[in-house]
């Protein structure tokens, strides 16, 4: 299974960019795609940007792997996934 990282461009040349996460930053090829510019957010895989992401999928997608991350550590998720729950 292949997964995609969410991650907002902070500078770009056209070729590659400058892209951070949760802290985490990687320079990926957006070559593929028009219009990474900074503040923007991109679908990465394989170092590659694959497409762009409105604010709100990202940030859903972010969610979804941190509710991931805390589900293999033994940690409750029940934090996660706001926008399923009941009110």
């Known amino acids: 299974m292949c997964i995609g990282i969410p991650m907002r461009v ?13 802290g985490e930053q990687r320079r990926v090829n ?3 795609i ?3 510019e900074p503040g923007t957010w991109v679908l990465t895989h394989a170092g ?6 409105e604010v709100e999928e990202a940030s859903q997608i972010v969610e979804a792997l941190e ?3 805390a589900a293999l550590n033994g940690e409750s998720v029940d ?5 399923l729950r009941r009110h």
Do not use: H
Request: glycine residues 10%; proline residues 0%.
């Open 34 to 36: 028009e219009g990474a």
């Open 48 to 53: 590659n940007a694959v497409r762009l992401l």
């Open 67 to 69: 509710a991931l991350t």
């Open 10 to 22: 902070i500078e770009s040349d056209g070729y590659t960019a400058l892209c951070e996460v949760r």
């Open 30 to 32: 957006v070559m593929l």
């Open 79 to 83: 934090g996660y996934f706001q926008d």
